[in-house]
Structure formats: structure tokens, C-alpha cells
């Protein structure tokens, strides 16, 4: 039915009716030039890499990424970014899923308790936990902004995620992609979203985007492309009998190297301590460098994808209204302290790269930004206008980036919990630093403090030995050790285990340490 016949049968309601339909066109227009006017986001995330990788964090390093460092010209380098942890040994699966939910790392789905399992495991042995809403899922990345107008899209690997939140996105090509071609390796994700816009572009597409580009790499196995394999001095080695060969082209020994750990992790048979193709349990220099190699070949690749994608978007004339935010789901280690994987609390595993560039962001900027990975709902909801769920527990770091905060908050707590229990905390405020063990039923429990302003890489009493700083070429100076016992720092030690108990308690942290108050 027309208007005109509306008129002619009600001539007085169908007036009030027509004005009424009239607004609601105009304000339904007004939302739809609204929507099409915010702007467009592209989340990019690697699969295991430690900021130090990266010339943005360690001009040292011999990773070329010239488009990642281009963006950080462009936008702003946040310093301290972090993941909270995790409970699981896939520390990936607890982070993706506060990445998908600004949830806090014991506010997740989690394990669900198991009453025999409690009773036997004694109340301070939790086995479980269960502080997630069921609808959760509704309130996620890709459902928050589908309710927002924003058409959503996501290529990543499968698995260790949080697949109740992927489902969501409206268009989804996943896979694990970790091989050395154009269709086995990081090539592909970029297909995927190259193709979405191309799509977009021929259907006349306005809606502003979200987008989701995750990558496989470099998350072993890192079997890159021959040529970045070659650039790197590396081979992607896979006979557990041999050594790889060694060669003077591959990337040089961290400078916080060790041969080993000083003492056991907690996590028996740990497959990314032990199990990892390429590598084992070997923490030789030649196995390392080699590793190296490979991890840079696969992080250089990603870095010719993304460019690949901003190019499009630049022809396309969408980069200018585009926030581009880059950042890992966690760190690695790869030979720093004689570890290999992401199960430690040490600053190049448990911080992450974060880069973003976008209107209002200032070009080549810096801040320390103290931010978890699940601020980032908040802060891309706060840059679009876009409500934030009401299950949102992070806070947005949108002020950092427009340069009105340096920080967001003032302490930072890290959990390993995916070994034997409890396992690892760690508390950061200022430079001081506290990581406590307790694992292997009570047959390792070490504290570590380190002052990080003037022990950055976290060196232990083992990086003083000759053979390691002729290894790594670094001599650290007499102050960079663990502080723990020394008694200068003892007040400093006991204001800081004071913090990480009460940051325990404030995020609902179901154990306690051996010598911290019990759970009642």
C-alpha cells in the first residue's frame, strides 16, 4: 500500500503516520550515513611472536619488517601491552578468548568444576572454575559490531580459539596454514582478505568493516619460503638425529640466551619444550640461531602480506578511515633463558607487540599504555562509537592514542597456570617486577625481582658465566640478577608480594602460593 492510499482512507491518522514514517526515514538515513561515516577496522594478529623481534621494539634485531615499520612511523608504538595468561598449556586459547570478549583471565569459559575432582584436589587445588555468562558469545567482537551496522569477516588458523565468538563473523574462511608456499602458508590468509574486498568493491559495498586477519605463523612449524629461508641463514629442519647445518647468515643468539633454565619450568613433557620439529630439547646455538631463522623467514612473510592488504585498501581509498591495529596473541621465547615456548612469565613472553595507526592517532608516537590484550573490545568500540557489551571487563586505551594518558593502569598481573598447580604469577608496577613458581608439588618454588629500568632483559646469575656472555656477547653488569634475596631490596620484595596477592584476589584467582594467605 502507497502513501497516497494511506491518505485517502484515514485523511487525520494517515497524516500523523506519514510524518511518523517520514522521521523514521530520516533518521534511519541519518544512522545509515553514520555507519557508513565510522570508520573501519582492521585487526591483524600473529600467532606467537615477542615484541623483540620486531625493530619497533629492538633496533637491533635482524627481522626486516618494513611495513610493520612503517605503520609504527604512522601511528603509535604501545610499549607495555600485555596478555594476562593463561590456564591452559595452549596459552593462545585463554588469550584469543580475552582478545574476542574483554574478559579477565578467570572471568572465561573455562574448565568447569568437577566436585569429585575438587574433593580430592583439597579446596586450595582448584580444578575448575566457571565465572562466564552463558550468552557470552552474543557479546563478542564480531556480535557487538554485527548489532553496530558493521559488516565483519575473519581468516586465522582453527583451533585453540574461542569458537563460540568466531562463529559470529559474518563471513569466516579459517585454516591452519603453517607450510612454505603461496597456498600453505601466510599467503592464504591474505587471499582471504583480498578477496572479501574485492568483493565489497564490486558490490558497491558502503557499511564500514571489521576485519580479522590472523595469521598461522610464526607459531611453529615455521617452514618459511626458501628465499626468506635463505635470507635468514636458516633451513627448515626436521631430523631429530642431526643438527641443522650452522651458518653464518642466521640471526644471532638472544642476548638473554641460556643453555637451559636454572631450574624446571613445571610443566612435565611440555610439548613446546620438548616436542617442537626443528628443535626438541635442544638449546644448542646452532638449533637456536637456526629456529631464529625460520621464525624471521615466517614473520617477514607476514609482514609482505599485510602489505599486500593496505595497498588494496589504499587503492580501494578506504586506508585513511581505517584503524590498523597489530599485535600477537602472546610472546616466545625461543632460546631466551634457555626456554623454547610461551609457558613463562618472562617480559619477551609475556608482553606483545601492539601497533596502531588511524585518524587521530599521532604519527611515530610512543607510550608505555600498561594494556592487556582484552582492552582492545573496549578501545576499538570506544574509536568507532560502537556500545561496548555489557560483559566487557577491559578498559579502552583509546585516550593513550590520542595522546591524552600515557597509561591506563598503574599494576600488571601475569598467570602461567597450565602445569602443575598453582604454577606462575607475576605483579609489574613502575620498573619492579615479582615472578613467583610453585610447581612440581612443592619441588620448585623460586621468587625472581628484577628492577626493570636497569635490567630490561631480565638476566640471571647464569648469564654471568663466561661461556654464556661469550655465546651471547653481552656482559651484564653485577646489578642485573634476580634481586629476590638480596637484602637491599627485601622491603621492595615484600611491597610486591603484598600487590601480586591482592591483584590475585581482585581478579578472582582460585589459588594461592605456598607462602601466601590459604583460601578459606
Not at 595469521?215 to 635468514?232: A, I, Q, V
Not at 590484550?373 to 568500540?381: F, G, I, K, N, P
Not at 646489578?479 to 591483584?503: C, G, I, T, Y
Request: hydrophobic share 35%; with cysteine; glycine share 8%.
Amino acid at each position: 500500500m502507497t502513501y497516497a492510499s494511506l491518505s485517502t482512507v484515514r485523511p487525520r491518522i494517515d497524516q500523523s503516520a506519514i510524518r511518523i514514517c517520514f522521521l523514521f526515514v530520516i533518521f534511519a538515513s541519518s544512522a545509515m550515513l553514520q555507519a557508513a561515516d565510522r570508520p573501519n577496522i582492521l585487526f591483524i594478529i600473529a600467532d606467537d611472536q615477542s615484541p623483540f623481534d620486531l625493530k619497533s621494539y629492538n633496533p637491533d634485531s635482524a627481522l626486516e619488517t618494513p611495513v610493520l615499520d612503517r605503520l609504527a612511523a604512522e601511528g603509535m608504538t604501545i610499549d607495555g601491552a600485555y596478555h594476562m595468561g593463561s590456564w591452559s598449556g595452549a596459552v593462545c586459547t585463554p588469550s584469543r578468548h580475552m582478545v574476542m570478549s574483554g574478559r579477565t583471565l578467570w572471568h572465561l569459559p573455562g574448565p568447569k568444576p568437577n566436585k569429585k575432582q575438587q574433593a580430592k584436589a583439597g579446596n586450595n587445588k582448584p580444578v575448575g572454575f566457571d565465572h562466564a555468562p552463558a550468552d557470552l558469545a552474543e557479546h563478542t567482537m564480531a556480535a557487538v559490531f554485527n548489532r553496530a551496522g558493521y559488516a565483519t569477516m575473519r581468516t586465522c588458523k582453527r583451533g585453540n580459539s574461542y569458537e563460540a565468538a568466531n562463529r559470529q563473523f559474518t563471513r569466516r574462511h579459517d585454516a591452519t596454514k603453517r607450510g612454505g608456499t603461496a597456498e600453505s602458508g601466510s599467503a592464504w590468509h591474505a587471499e582471504q582478505v583480498l578477496d572479501y574486498l574485492n568483493d565489497r568493491e564490486s558490490e558497491k559495498q558502503t557499511d564500514p568493516f571489521l576485519i580479522y586477519f590472523g595469521f598461522s605463523h610464526p607459531h611453529d612449524t615455521r617452514d618459511g619460503t626458501p628465499e626468506l629461508l635463505s635470507k635468514y641463514g636458516a633451513v627448515n629442519h626436521a631430523d631429530p638425529e642431526t643438527l641443522p647445518p650452522a651458518n653464518e647468515d642466521a640471526p644471532q643468539l638472544p642476548v638473554n640466551y641460556l643453555p637451559e633454565h636454572p631450574f624446571h619450568h613445571g610443566h612435565p613433557n611440555l610439548r613446546d619444550e620438548v616436542s617442537v620439529s626443528g628443535v626438541w630439547k635442544r638449546r644448542d646455538p646452532t638449533t637456536i640461531r637456526n629456529e631464529i631463522g625460520r621464525e624471521f623467514a615466517c614473520s617477514e612473510n607476514i609482514d609482505i602480506q599485510i602489505g599486500r592488504v593496505l595497498e588494496k585498501l589504499d587503492a580501494m581509498g578506504e586506508l585513511d578511515n581505517t584503524y590498523i591495529v597489530y599485535t600477537a596473541d602472546h610472546g616466545m621465547a625461543i632460546g631466551r633463558h634457555g626456554l623454547q615456548g610461551k609457558q613463562n612469565l618472562y617480559q619477551h613472553t609475556w608482553r606483545v607487540p601492539l601497533i596502531v595507526k588511524g585518524p587521530g592517532i599521532k604519527a611515530a608516537s610512543r607510550a608505555e599504555g600498561n594494556v592487556y590484550l582484552l582492552d582492545v573490545l573496549a578501545t576499538l568500540c570506544d574509536l568507532t562509537g560502537v556500545q561496548p557489551p555489557k560483559t566487557n571487563e577491559g578498559t579502552s586505551f583509546a585516550p593513550i592514542l590520542k595522546g591524552e594518558k600515557e597509561t591506563i593502569r598503574n599494576v600488571l598481573y601475569g598467570v602461567y597456570c597450565g602445569g602443575t598447580k598453582p604454577g606462575m604469577r607475576c605483579v609489574k608496577q613502575g620498573d619492579w617486577k615479582l615472578i613467583k613458581y610453585d610447581v612440581l608439588d612443592g619441588k620448585v618454588r623460586e621468587t625472581q625481582l628484577f628492577n626493570l629500568a636497569a635490567n630490561p632483559h631480565e638476566f640471571l646469575t647464569q648469564h654471568h658465566t663466561a661461556s654464556v656472555s661469550q655465546l651471547t656477547g653481552t656482559a651484564p653488569t653485577e646489578d642485573q640478577v634476580n634481586l629476590a634475596d638480596d637484602p637491599r631490596f627485601a622491603e621492595k620484595r615484600k611491597e610486591m608480594e603484598a600487590l601480586l596477592l591482592s591483584q590475585q584476589q581482585q581478579f578472582d584467582d582460585p589459588y594461592r602460593l605456598w607462602d601466601q594467605p590459604q583460601i578459606d
